[in-house]
């Protein structure tokens, strides 16, 4: 049974780091790109990263240059280093497997863990 995993969510102070983990069922990972959405309240999900099996990332504007998406394909598992956190970073962020592209959602989703950043 395909399924995502997420772990690492929680409550840090403004300017402060967390690393997020989705560990994948082979099926939904291996050779497809995997992505990190966020969802803050109120509003639509919207994708954050995202990473071909080969490497190739992209990133919202609004996190570059301070998330950082990576895989280790022996584990399954994606990650996504947040630094420099802000309060507008606050959302639930879930994991997407199975994609396509680095665009396109696949169909796959995790249950969410939720990231609080305080002032």
């Known amino acids: 049974q395909e399924q995502l995993v997420e772990s690492g969510g929680g409550l840090v102070q403004s300017g402060g780091s967390l690393r997020l983990s989705c560990a994948a069922s082979?099926?939904?990972?291996?050779?497809?790109?995997m992505g990190w959405y966020r969802q803050a309240p109120g509003e639509q999900r919207e994708l954050v990263a995202s990473i071909t099996s080969g490497g190739s990332t992209y990133y919202a504007d609004s996190v570059k240059g301070r998330f950082t998406i990576s895989r280790d394909n022996a584990k399954n598992t994606v990650y996504l280093q947040m630094n420099s956190l802000k309060p507008e970073d606050t959302a639930v962020y879930y994991c997407?497997?199975?994609?396509?592209?680095?665009?396109?959602?696949?169909?796959?989703w995790g249950q969410g863990t939720q990231v609080t950043v305080s002032s």
């Open positions: 997407n497997g199975g994609r396509r592209s680095l665009y396109v959602a696949g169909n796959y």
């Open positions: 082979g099926s939904i990972f291996s050779n497809y790109a």
